[in-house]
Every structure is written in C-alpha cells, then in structure tokens.
C-alpha cells in the first residue's frame, strides 16, 4: 500500500522467487496434451519468475531458534530469516557494508546452527540496483513428508535487504488442438518439488508460498508476468482463444520432470460483484482468472477457493463523473472466499467510503497516511482518478490536546 508520509517517501519492493534442479538442456519437440519438462538456467531479470523471488528484510536481534553462530563475525552483521521449504531459515551477512568482501552464511541443512555452514562470498552481477550476489546455494534436509533439495540464489546492497531465488525452472513444449505452448513449471516455496497447490488465504499476496505453472497464451516463445502468462499451480488452466476455450486439468510429475494437460470436467458457481465495473486477477486452487468490464452479469467460475489481486474499481457518481479507485494491499472479504458448485456469492464493492488513518513510528521518523476503505472491507489508495486527472494531494494539520496547531502542511504521493 502507498501511504502518504511527513518526510520519509516509502519505497515498497515487491516480492518474486524460483526453482530449481539438475542442469539439461532445453531441446525437444512438442507432444499432444504432455510434454518433458527440461531444467534451464534462470537469468536475474525473467519476469517467469516474478511471483517466485523472495525478498527478505534484516531483523533487529539474532533469532531464537539460531543456534549458533560462525567464528569472527563482525559487529555490524545483519540477521534474516527466510521461509525455505515451509520452514524459517536463518541467514546472516557479514560485513555488509564492504560488498565485494561480504560473506553469506545460510542454514542450508535446517538444524539452526551456522558454525558448520560453508560461507559464500560475494561476486558481481550486473543486475540493475544489486550490487553483488551469493551462490548458488544448496537447501538439504528432511522433512516429514521427503527430503527436500533445492538450490537458489542471493543478491543483496549493502545488506538493505536480500533476494532469493532459484536458479532456474523446467520448461517444456505441449500441443494442445492445433496450437503449441510454451510451459513451465517454478519452485514457488523451495522444497525442490512441483506440486504445490496454491491455496488461500496467504499473508502476502505477491507471495503466494507454492510452485507456480506458465503457459505462453501470446505464443510469442516467452513466459511474461506481464502478459498474465505466470500464475500459481493451480488444478485447471483456463487456455482461451488460442486452442479451444475450455479448461484443462494440470498433473506435474512431483520432480518436475514431465506435465500433462487433458481436458477437465468442471463444476461451476456465480459469483455476483453487485454490478461493480472491477479489473482484477483471481487466484485459487482451481484456476486463476482475469476480471474485467462492467460486471452487469454474473461471473461464472469453477467451484473452488479464490483470492482477489489488486482490484482497480471504476465508478461513475450521481454527476456523471468518472472515478478510479486502486486497492491498496487489503482486499477485505475478497481475499479468501468460496465459490460452491451451483451456488452464487455475491459481494457490494465500492462506495460509501470511510477515511482510516495511520501512523508508524520509524526511529525518530514519524510516517503518517491515510486510505479508503469501501465496501466488503477492500482499502483503496487516496489519490484517485477523476474523470483523466488525479485528485490533488489533502492538506493536513496537527493538533495538540489542548487543541493548539503544533504545525501544518499537505501530503505527499509517496
């Protein structure tokens, strides 16, 4: 969420990850409805992996399941905790301010202690805003349900905060009527496995905490978060337009190895949004879906649990005047409802708005701001558009107890 600050312009980071297994080459031809699935390498920038980075802030204090620590850090070293395979990692950077000279300790076989951890030192990568990286780094250790092993990378400025991802994805080709797709398959929650299935509710919704599947829609060779190519694994896909529109039943080999699609039978819901003219992407353990135009009609979707992306909600009020309303991370009810086979869910977006505001104590920074928050619990970003325009940023005052005017000014969008 934007928030609207005194002094400070927060920038926020959005979040991506990856995975990973044996390096073989990308080279085969496509099959009807199943394909091998072939490890490719991953390069920093792929938008494939948007939904699969993992961005990691420093904690204030050594966590309290770290057991141990290596010899001779230094005193400025910066603690992290990173959720790996369904369990919260610990890291530490050493000397994070000398770059080059930095070295990353991981508790890559999970028992909470670094003294027997190999250290990774930093080299350069030529990524845009990090400075160097670490890796690739090996995660081995047991859990109840197998033994995971997955291997990412780190990259890191100063220690600011860190960015984890996996060191490439499996990728394949498949038919599917007349049409050939690109598709892929990442490691969203770094278990070295394929086959976990989103399921909401999730605390971030950039971090969707499963593996995620892609499929070139476009057809232009590439898989682009941009072009609504990347999604988490879900049950079904929806292909529409370019092969028949229908849905398709998703079946990964756990190792990543092979997929196949095949024609599902689908049970179907409605879900009503009151009319609300709403942009959004739905995730859910069934299939994702894009929402888009007036919302006169009911939507119909496959029986499963959904969670709402970031709502844009165009409304039109008594004056004729054309408003854009942007949510701003919360999305109320709509981040973890239920659509039942046969049944509807409705919901009543938009106005009336109430005004809510914040404060959070940063050192001696005080960040202050405000949102909307409308019907069905969604917050909405102040600075809506109207009709092609951006409403001016709002003035404020401070007032004391006793009703004095300690001091004035107006908000920035930050």
């Not at 530490?92 to 990353?104: A, G, M």
């Not at 109840?144 to 991802?165: H, I, P, S």
Request: net charge negative.
């Amino acid at each position: 969420m934007k928030r609207f600050i005194l002094t400070l312009t927060l920038l926020s980071i959005s979040v991506i990850m990856s995975g990973c297994t044996k390096r073989q080459p990308y080279t085969q031809e496509a099959e009807k409805g199943q394909c091998e699935l072939k490890f490719k390498p991953a390069e920093n920038s792929e938008s494939v992996l948007t939904l699969a980075d993992q961005y990691v802030s420093p904690v204030s204090e050594k966590p309290s399941h770290l057991k141990d620590l290596p010899e001779g850090l230094c005193e400025d070293a910066k603690y992290f905790v990173a959720k790996l395979a369904d369990r919260d990692i610990p890291i530490v950077l050493d000397s994070p301010e000398k770059r080059r000279d930095s070295v990353l300790y991981v508790d890559t076989d999970g028992d909470g202690r670094l003294s027997n951890e190999k250290g990774y030192t930093a080299t350069p990568t030529e990524e845009q805003g990090l400075a160097y990286r670490f890796g690739p780094i090996p995660l081995q250790f047991d859990r109840a349900d197998g033994k995971v092993q997955a291997e990412f990378y780190v990259t890191t400025r100063r220690g600011e905060y860190l960015r984890l991802y996996p060191t490439g994805y499996r990728v394949g080709k498949i038919r599917l009527g007349k049409k050939t797709y690109k598709v892929a398959v990442i490691d969203g929650n770094f278990d070295g496995q394929y086959d976990r299935i989103f399921s909401p509710p999730v605390e971030y919704f950039y971090r969707p905490g499963c593996d995620l599947f892609a499929i070139d829609r476009n057809g232009d060779g590439r898989l682009t978060w941009d072009y609504l190519e990347v999604m988490p694994l879900s049950r079904m896909v929806r292909v529409p337009g370019y092969a028949e529109d229908a849905y398709y039943s998703i079946k990964v080999a756990a190792d990543g190895s092979s997929l196949e699609l095949a024609k599902a039978e689908t049970e179907f819901g409605t879900l009503d949004l009151g009319g609300a003219h709403v942009q959004c992407r739905l995730w859910s353990d069934a299939s994702e879906q894009v929402l888009t135009g007036s919302g006169k009609e009911d939507r119909q979707l496959p029986a499963g649990r959904y969670i709402a992306s970031p709502i844009e909600l165009r409304h039109i009020d008594t004056s004729g005047i054309r408003w854009t309303f942007r949510s701003a991370g919360e999305t109320g009810k709509l981040k973890d409802f239920e659509i039942r086979p046969g049944e509807k869910t409705s919901f009543r977006l938009g106005p009336p708005f109430s005004i809510r505001t914040t404060a959070e104590q940063r050192d001696d920074v005080v960040l202050i701001g405000f949102y909307l928050e409308g019907q069905a619990g969604i917050w909405y970003r102040p600075g809506a558009i109207r009709d092609r325009s951006r409403v001016p940023e709002p003035k404020f005052r401070i007032i004391s107890e006793s009703g004095e005017e300690l001091t004035s000014g107006q908000f920035e969008y930050g």
